[in-house]
T-cell receptor, first 111, second 113 residues
């Protein structure tokens, strides 16, 4: 069935370093790829997204890249700060209401 | 952006009782809302799609008689967990879709004792 693999499951980085989280999707019909940040006890918040007609998108310290051929997309966080510590989820959607979520990455930024 | 609220944020109930969770769209009229379930340290799993004025669409394996969904207005969807059991303890999150971008509520933590 359709699935989204996400790696790594946990990631620890020193404050100021970069963090990269990678996802691979299986449904070739997917054309929308959002990333969510979830803090403890809260709902996920959309932080950045990318559509299949774009290869890269950047918003301040956060960037997302998409390789449609390989069915890979990645989240890049530069100059990490302690408040970036959270669980991050990727998702893939074929442009309908249906979303397939990755398994999540627990990011810890060490001060 | 869209704002989605949930009430209550947490609830403890006894086994065998029912509990209702409300999901409100504060600035957008949502004909469709979604209910997710999230176990500790796990991903979100879609339970059902709530359709305003019609029956909800449940995902495979989700008991529609146990998880009752009502979407009576464009700003309110409710999830009622009936005859709750300890294994129903989880984090329940609703979301609304706006131009195919999903905005999530803050979640409701249900603990069944």
């Amino acid at each position: 069935g359709e699935n989204v693999e996400q790696h790594p499951s946990t990631l620890s980085v020193q404050e100021g370093d970069s963090a990269v989280i990678k996802c691979t999707y299986s449904d070739s019909a997917s054309n929308y790829f959002p990333w969510y940040k979830q803090e403890l006890g809260k709902g996920p918040q959309l932080i950045i997204d990318i559509r299949s007609n774009v290869g890269e998108k950047k918003d301040q310290r956060i960037a997302v890249t998409l390789n449609k051929t390989a069915k890979h997309f990645s989240l890049h966080i530069t100059e990490t700060q302690p408040e970036d510590s959270a669980v991050y989820f990727c998702a893939a959607s074929p442009g309908t209401y249906k979303y397939i979520f990755g398994t999540g990455t627990r990011l810890k930024v060490l001060a | 952006g869209a704002v989605v609220s949930q009430h209550p944020s947490w609830v403890i109930c006894k086994s065998g009782t029912s509990v209702k969770i409300e999901c409100r769209s504060l600035d957008f009229q949502a004909t469709t809302m979604f209910w997710y379930r999230q176990f500790p340290k796990q991903s979100l799993m879609l339970m059902a799609t709530s359709n305003e004025g019609s029956k909800a669409t449940y995902e495979q394996g989700v008991e529609k008689d146990k998880f009752l969904i009502n979407h009576a207005s464009l700003t309110l969807s409710t999830l009622t967990v009936t005859s709750a059991h300890p294994e129903d303890s989880s984090f329940y999150i609703c979301s609304q879709d706006r131009a195919y971008e999903q905005y999530f509520g803050p979640g409701t933590r249900l603990t069944v004792t």
